[in-house]
């Protein structure tokens, strides 16, 4: 499956985004989808997951309450409502799915295959 990740831009801190992660290829129905996030001179981290079917979500506790993951499974897209954004949520966002996950959804980059091409949030203090 392939992924293209848009929806980031230059946003005031308390501000909000919504991420959009538009997958093709095949349905991405069956897999496990996760929001990561990569900062300057940091390591990729996990953000968000969904399992298949968008009924289990799981965060990171920086962005728990603030973020939100949702899927639509006919529109093939996977989505990250960011709220009450914060200087550090500034980072290059990714769009990953894992068709190994199903209904687990995993933390660690290793277990997801596809990756979309990342979009850039920025949060001005």
């Known amino acids: 499956v392939q992924l293209q990740a848009f929806g980031g831009g230059l946003v005031q801190a308390g501000g909000s985004l919504r991420l959009s992660c538009a997958a093709s290829g095949r349905t991405f129905s069956p897999y496990a989808m996760g929001w990561f996030r990569q900062a300057p001179g940091k390591e990729r981290e996990f953000v968000a997951g969904?399992?298949?079917?968008?009924?289990?979500?799981y965060y990171a506790d920086s962005v728990q309450g603030r973020f939100t993951i949702s899927r639509d499974n006919a529109k093939n897209t996977v989505y990250l409502q960011m709220n009450s954004l914060k200087p550090e949520n500034t980072a290059v966002y990714y769009c990953a799915a894992d068709r190994n996950g199903g209904d687990i959804v995993a933390r660690t980059t290793r277990a997801y295959e596809s990756w979309g091409q990342g979009t850039l949030v920025t949060v001005s203090s």
């Open positions: 969904a399992n298949w079917s968008g009924g289990r979500t």
